[in-house]
């Protein structure tokens, strides 16, 4: 999910003067859906350009852009949605909803980080005002880090922020730009998901209370451990993709007995301070003890005695 927003001078809309933007040639049917409250509108907009490795230039690349809007009267926010993920939409905003428009962009944008519990940044982009030969640079993972502290930033602005966190108790990512666009790697099911999730994020970006100095300060950043921690393990759980995924999933045999992982009970069988980490893979047939120590290569895990057979589709 992705969107641009932009403020509105009043309280209305003409969603079907988008056509005076991309032609009635343009938009297939000639035509802009709008639903009933007035509120969505999309449409299909073909793009043809020249292919350039054709020659001599007998052949055309044809492609189709979703665009989506929706027109929140009780903010006053438009908020477009483009398949193609480029640009800011100006002259569209400016067509539907009058002069007086503006864009949200600069750093408002990052409002969208805000109201989010344990936000671990994973991307940063930042653009050097003084270095012409090295303008921008990205930055994952550990460089982080380096990328968001006062003393490596100085001439430096973030174009972008990708990061992810907890919403109501729900793990998500939010990522933000200067441009204006703010997206998730989340999947709408239909528009009202969507239009829920910009209403979401435009409460953010109103709300002039969020201080973005803060939402800074506040992020986690992920240590590798290359040592057991201070304290006790008190539970283990399977990963969260074992259960989304489609069909049965793996499953664990042992002692003659198979059962679906997802069935497989996780128990702390160790709670001492010290020493590895100790897990028993427990059903009602069999019980199988695991150990888990920090060596150079990481966190690895050793069967105690014997250990079970994982089968996942046509492989074992």
Known sequence: MSAITHR???RTWAPERALEVYGEGRVLDSTIAVNTESTVAWFVVENRSEVRWGAPQALEQVTYELIVMYF???RGLLYIHGSNNTGD???LAQAVLGVGSRPVTGMPTF???GHMERLIPTNVGLLDSRDHFN??????GSD???ALTTTDRQGKSQTHIAASGFRNGE???ISAALSGRFWSMQTASNLKAWTDWCDEQGAKLTDTSIDLASVMEGFIFPEDLTERPEGVLIAAEWPWPLFAGNGPGPQISHAG???????VALEVADHSPTGPFRIHLTTPAWQIAYSADFTDTGLTYSPDELDGRVRSGIHE
């Open 8 to 10: 509105a001078a009043g």
């Open 111 to 113: 409002r969208v980080l």
């Open 135 to 140: 303008r921008f640079s990205m930055h994952v």
């Open 171 to 173: 793990k998500t990512t």
């Open 257 to 263: 007995t198979a059962y679906p992982a997802v069935d």
């Open 144 to 146: 982080v880090y380096e």
């Open 72 to 74: 929140s009267r009780a």
């Open 89 to 91: 939409y100006r002259e």
